[in-house]
């Protein structure tokens, strides 16, 4: 467990992202959301966009058929990207946070993230609707998901309380959050600051990294694993995976969890075997040597 940014909240270390539950029918979502509670990972990651909003009519038709209690785990979903375009605007947040309670059948967000930026974002405007939210007790606690550091800060200024996380793609096949923290001051492409340092500015802001899509290279290529192009990487995750006793997705979770950062981990496999092998990443500790050489395998150099 870990504290989520400046809150009081603990949380569990490793997220279930529920993007893919609107694929599952009503037994195999109960299933999926038990064996993640039974293997200690309360923290359930949605969005308004996740299957139209099937996901989380699934979860929620789920948890009730389980006979969960809503204080048993903790809710985030986000808003902001429509058909063609991202809209930040107070009245979409206000109506997107009501459509969003009502598909999960809660009163209340642990957490509402803002999802990929808005250029026309008027911070006045998001501010008002965090604020009206607020006082109106459906969203406890606010955050971004893929900004940057000014991006962050820009916000920020006209928030009344500190954003509590930021939601970044990362994996050891997708590595610009640490690139150029390794490259300072060299002449090639990993020194290239890409995000405006966010890894470090939400270090120093108390703002908690999630990262989204552990095991991806990116949207166009997908997963590294098995991919042929990705070979070392492969390699070097079934030796750790041996010598450890677990599977290859719980060391590549494991790496995530290893950076000081404290960066929460969001997993989005339906599989519930899948999912109860992920778990067992909090049992382990990667080495400096290790964590180095799962990243340099991926193909990134060191200066």
């Given at each position: 467990m870990q504290k989520l940014g400046k809150t009081g909240l603990e949380v569990s270390r490793i997220a279930l992202g529920c993007m893919r539950m609107a694929s599952l029918e009503a037994s195999a979502a109960q299933v999926v959301v038990k064996t993640a509670l039974e293997n200690g990972i309360t923290f359930f990651d949605h969005a308004d966009i996740y299957g139209g909003g099937e996901s989380e009519l699934r979860f929620a038709a789920a948890v009730n058929e389980l006979g969960i209690r809503r204080e048993e785990y903790i809710l985030q979903s986000k808003c902001g990207i429509r058909k063609g375009y991202f809209d930040f605007s107070k009245e979409h947040i206000l109506t997107s946070v009501d459509e969003i309670l009502k598909r999960l059948g809660t009163d209340y967000l642990d957490v509402l993230a803002l999802h990929r930026p808005d250029a026309l974002m008027e911070p006045e405007e998001v501010a008002e609707a965090f604020s009206q939210l607020k006082q109106a007790g459906k969203v406890r606690h606010f955050g971004v998901s893929n900004q940057n550091s000014y991006q962050m800060e820009l916000l920020q200024s006209y928030l009344d309380e500190p954003l509590v996380v930021n939601q970044l793609q990362f994996s050891p096949a997708h590595t610009p959050l640490i690139d150029m923290g390794l490259h300072v001051n060299m002449k090639e492409d990993g020194a290239t600051v890409r995000d405006g340092g966010v890894l470090d500015y939400c270090r120093l802001k108390g703002v908690t990294?999630?990262?989204?899509?552990?095991?991806?290279?990116?949207?166009?290529?997908?997963?590294?694993?098995?991919?042929?192009?990705?070979?070392?990487?492969?390699?070097?995750?079934?030796?750790?995976?041996?010598?450890?006793?677990?599977?290859?997705?719980?060391?590549?979770?494991?790496?995530?969890?290893?950076?000081?950062?404290?960066?929460?981990?969001?997993?989005?496999?339906?599989?519930?075997?899948?999912?109860?092998?992920?778990?067992?990443?909090?049992?382990?500790t990667l080495t400096r040597p290790e964590w180095y050489d799962i990243y340099t395998s991926a193909g990134n150099s060191l200066p």
């Open positions: 990294v999630q990262a989204w899509s552990p095991f991806l290279i990116d949207l166009q290529r997908g997963i590294f694993v098995d991919h042929p192009d990705y070979a070392n990487l492969n390699q070097t995750i079934e030796r750790l995976a041996a010598q450890y006793h677990v599977s290859r997705e719980a060391i590549v979770v494991a790496w995530i969890l290893r950076h000081p950062a404290k960066i929460q981990t969001i997993v989005g496999s339906m599989n519930p075997d899948r999912l109860a092998n992920i778990a067992a990443a909090e049992q382990v």
